[in-house]
């Protein structure tokens, strides 16, 4: 598929696929329902993935997409806190890029902290 055509939505599919196929645990979130019950939830990223390795934040974006000014709060928020935050999109599908990372999310003994392991003792 085109990347310049891809959407958003789209993108997120494909990336949840990509997790299906491992052992990682995504959370996808979906701003129409999460970002509008909470003015602190504004700019949350649009995906968490917790693997052995670690935790990913990403914000998922067409090709065209910018950051809004919440969205760049929750990433200066999650990069002083230690936590990798990046933004994907359709390129890095093509690429190889998101697979890459996810594959690296799934080894064990790669970079956990307090954070991950505080998902670890919740129960689904």
Known sequence: MDPWKMTETELRAEVLKLCADRDLWPVALRPEKFNQREVCNKGFPDLMVYGAGGVLFRELKAMKGSLASAQST????????????????PADLGSGRIASELEALEAVGACTNEFTFALIRRDC
């Open 74 to 89: 929750w990433k200066n928020r999650l990069l002083s806190g230690g936590h990798d935050w990046s933004v994907w999109t």
